[in-house]
């Protein structure tokens, strides 16, 4: 049996353009563990993250997962669907 819930993220990075980002580095929860990088975001949903990104200041780059990330200072938070399976992979499903 799959399960998935719900659960707040704060954008702490992309990769890709900033218009369109491919992925969303996230913090999940209060735990403050390491930042995830989500799953491929749908187009439509990339190009609202990208205009509310549109502000943002850049910290620098950094990598999570072995990946390369564009580092953001925001205040923007995204709804998440976190998988408790095996690999616990991050959708998003909007932005709050």
Do not use: I, N, W
């Not at 993250?49 to 925001?74: C, H, K």
């Amino acid at each position: 049996m799959r399960h998935a819930d719900t659960v707040d993220a704060l954008v702490v990075g992309f990769t890709g353009p900033r218009r369109r980002p491919h992925h969303l580095v996230l913090a999940v929860g209060d735990e403050g563990g390491p930042a995830r990088v989500s799953t491929r975001l749908k187009p439509v949903l990339a190009v609202q993250v990208g205009e509310a990104l549109g502000g943002a200041m850049v910290v620098g780059e950094r990598q999570a997962g072995g990946e390369p990330y564009t580092r953001v200072e925001t205040d923007l938070v995204v709804a998440v669907l976190a998988g408790s399976g095996r690999h616990g992979t991050l959708t998003v499903t909007r932005m709050r």
